[in-house]
């Protein structure tokens, strides 16, 4: 196991609420990235966004991150960390990363390097740390496949992100039937210089739960039992989180990326 490289996977998202399909994601990227006998994923983490996102409908953080909470408290190496809820404004997923690449070089005793963003680009295996060790831990982005798509809509990313995020920490995608992610890749040139760095993983069962129709059966007064953990269902009736009035809220909003980005073209078609 000492060859094996240490990663840790981070899924960055509303979780509105948490559901089995989220943490379903977690098994099928553990599995695979296990499988291709490289890495010994050594932890997950759940990084519910801040309600500076804006998106229609979000429930308070405290209450999202209580929820996941409660859905994780079966998995023995899955977490959630409300670092990001918790902070003054919406946070970019680049600067998520760096601040859980950060915690995760201190529990693994390994000192920065200087620089902007402490690491090189072309990260080379054991180039920039301490020359005592043997492997250097990973840690990759968890996402569903179409975030690859997302990358292509102008103002919603910055390419400079988009190249730090695939090139220095590297991307796990579960891709659902009718997603073509290799369709995305090869459409821009920045993701087939990296595609060594995107692991594409196929979920093998049919898993079509939305925490967008989760919301909208809850609403409707009709059973998400089995969908999402009782205990998460417990939660949401006891502080009647998903009423038609808080579906409303944010509504008419830009999301945060796209005001701050409104005067950024960053396509990445060719």
Request: proline share 4%; hydrophobic share 35%.
């Amino acid at each position: 196991m000492k060859h094996l490289t240490p990663l840790t996977l981070l899924a960055c998202g509303s979780f509105n609420p948490i559901t089995n399909m989220h943490m379903r994601l977690f098994e099928l990227a553990r599995d695979h990235l296990h499988q291709t006998g490289k890495y010994r994923v050594i932890g997950g983490i759940i990084s519910p966004v801040n309600d500076d996102y804006g998106k229609q409908g979000l429930a308070a953080a405290k209450h999202r991150v209580a929820m996941a909470q409660l859905a994780l408290e079966t998995s023995d190496w899955i977490r959630v960390d409300p670092w990001e809820s918790e902070q003054r404004q919406w946070s970019e997923t680049v600067v998520v990363l760096r601040h859980h690449y950060k915690e995760l070089l201190k529990s693994h005793h390994i000192k920065e390097l200087p620089g902007e963003n402490n690491w090189p680009i072309e990260k080379a295996a054991g180039a920039s740390f301490a020359s005592s060790l043997t492997v250097v831990p990973e840690l990759k982005l968890l996402c569903g496949a179409d975030v690859l798509k997302t990358f292509q809509t102008p103002n919603l990313w910055k390419e400079e992100h988009i190249l730090e995020i695939v090139g220095k920490f590297g991307l796990v995608c579960i891709s659902r039937v009718g997603n073509s992610p290799s369709q995305f890749i090869s459409q821009s040139a920045l993701l087939s210089r990296y595609q060594h760095n995107i692991h594409l993983v196929r979920e093998w069962i049919h898993n079509e739960i939305s925490a967008t129709n989760i919301r909208h059966a809850l609403r409707k007064g009709q059973s998400v039992k089995y969908l999402v953990p009782d205990s998460v269902i417990s939660y949401i009736k006891q502080h009647n989180i998903y009423t038609e009035e808080t579906e409303r809220r944010n509504e008419g909003d830009l999301l945060q990326p796209l005001k701050r980005y409104c005067s950024v073209v960053s396509p990445l078609n060719d």
